[in-house]
């Protein structure tokens, strides 16, 4: 990225060139609001530019056909981030607030997401079979086109890879739009891409936007085939609705209200540090956050002291600081706005703990409610917050799981060996974990249920959302 007055100033890659705009936004980090640098804030004509050579690159190039030079441009991709892995994690760190630990998990999840889809690149799916004597049949998997991917801020790096290596290996030509709370992780990133020598010249572009003229575009536009999204369900359905005219495909991961279901005889030891992760890594500024545990009498006067001392206890700072247990919300203004939700709780519920505030550094909340139509559990928070809900058998521990409109994901602890299945089974989420929490895997789809999501993420489906299924049907004349 090129400098200006000693800061970094990142720009859009587009067509294999770097694109400035008129528009600059200032990168700032979340625990002091120091200026980081600057960023080309970019809009409609961006995404109409990067559309055309997302466009031009999958009808005119060879790229949607190549599978080995995706796959090669895949593990360019993935050996060039392990690269500058360490300067990707400060940046993190340092741009979206999260703690250095919380960066580097990220970042190194994100190389064997890219290896994965690569392998994936060359593997065939497809089917063929003489149907009757000299007629064939086959189905082919074929890229579906330009993919447009919508990345959200909180983890930018391996959401977006969760989208664009999927997209690349199937044979699309991506647009990316990302977010400019992390404009300087968008540059960096782009600044990588443009390193890959495998990589088709407009096959990937990105650029990067504070408003929100550039994705509409994106989801409106006739030349774009398939939209990944990942954020909230209320951005979801406008999409949908953006997206009708043109009937393109959507694969979205969209809100989440995770339950975290603790039985009696669940193991409080290993429970109460995961259950206080699940509410603060990333600052609750995830969607799969433990955002409502779930405690089943006999044991919830135990877990309610053992959670509160816990969360009491966790030391909030600057992402960049070592000392930082969990780091600050994206800004000022939404750590503002979690702090009002806990003030309004407070009319409706009990509220255990609740988080101190220092600018955009937020102490972690818990909040005792029995009403499971209040707001505080009907709503995703997207901040350190947590309800702390009694139930007292599985079918209740179930009813009041299921009682919201999301379904990203559950957890369950027991040391009972049937419950899991038992329960789980019942429980409307796209994933259950057992005795665990936020264990995902490159291999195996993920996805919401409800107004979680549309379309499935990771895993053989993961490329699916990508692609298109031909049939080709072929009659030989006969001996």
Not at 70 to 97: C, K, V, W
Not at 235 to 249: H, N, S, Y
Not at 305 to 321: F, H, I, K, M, N
Not at 437 to 453: L, V
Request: net charge negative; with cysteine.
């Amino acid at each position: 990225m090129p400098t200006s007055r000693a800061l970094p100033h990142a720009r859009h890659y587009i067509d294999g060139q770097w694109h400035d705009s008129g528009s600059r936004g200032e990168s700032r980090t979340p625990a002091t609001n120091d200026l980081l640098g600057t960023f080309a804030d970019g809009g409609a004509e961006e995404a109409k530019s990067a559309v055309a050579a997302a466009r031009r690159a999958f009808d005119s190039t060879k790229w949607p056909r190549d599978r080995h030079r995706r796959a090669a441009a895949l593990h360019e991709l993935a050996d060039r981030l392990e690269n500058r892995s360490e300067e990707l994690i400060t940046l993190l760190a340092r741009e979206n607030g999260k703690v250095l630990s919380e960066a580097a998990l990220e970042v190194a999840g994100t190389i064997p997401k890219l290896r994965y889809y690569a392998a994936l690149a060359v593997t065939d799916h497809g089917r063929a079979a003489e149907v009757r004597p000299g007629h064939y049949s086959m189905t082919l998997r074929e890229a579906a086109g330009v993919a447009g991917v919508i990345v959200p801020w909180n983890s930018p790096v391996i959401l977006s890879a969760r989208s664009f290596a999927p997209a690349l290996a199937a044979g699309c030509t991506v647009v990316m739009k990302m977010p400019a709370q992390t404009g300087l992780v968008n540059g960096l990133l782009s600044e990588i891409i443009a390193d890959t020598p495998s990589l088709e010249p407009g096959a990937f572009n990105v650029f990067t936007e504070s408003g929100n003229t550039g994705a509409p575009e994106l989801v409106s536009s006739s030349d774009v085939d398939v939209i990944s999204y990942t954020g909230s369900t209320a951005v979801g359905r406008v999409i949908m609705e953006q997206a009708a005219p043109t009937l393109k495909a959507l694969s979205m991961e969209l809100g989440g209200k995770t339950p975290m279901l603790v039985f009696d005889d669940a193991d409080l030891d290993a429970a109460v540090p995961v259950l206080t992760k699940a509410i603060t890594t990333f600052a609750g500024q995830f969607c799969m956050t433990g955002s409502r545990v779930l405690a089943q009498r006999g044991v919830a006067d135990e877990l309610r002291r053992r959670l509160v001392a816990s969360l009491e206890t966790v030391q909030v700072g600057p992402g960049d600081d070592p000392a930082s247990e969990m780091g600050a919300m994206i800004d000022e203004s939404n750590a503002q706005r979690v702090e009002r939700i806990v003030t309004a709780a407070a009319d409706h519920a009990t509220v255990l703990v609740r988080g101190k505030r220092d600018r955009a550094l937020l102490g972690p909340s818990l909040i005792e409610v029995a009403d499971v139509s209040a707001p505080i559990v009907q709503r995703e928070v997207f901040g350190p917050v947590a309800t702390f809900e009694l139930f007292d058998s599985e079918a209740d521990a179930v009813t009041r799981a299921n009682a919201t409109e999301f379904g990203l994901a559950a957890s369950i602890w027991t040391r009972d060996v049937d419950r899991p299945l038992r329960v789980g089974r019942e429980l409307r989420a796209g994933t259950v974990w057992t005795n665990t929490w936020a264990m995902i895997y490159d291999q195996f789809e993920e996805g919401g249920f409800k107004q979680s999501g549309v379309g499935r993420l990771n895993g053989i489906r993961g490329i699916e959302e990508f692609q298109e299924t031909k049939h080709l049907v072929h009659v030989a004349p006969q001996l």
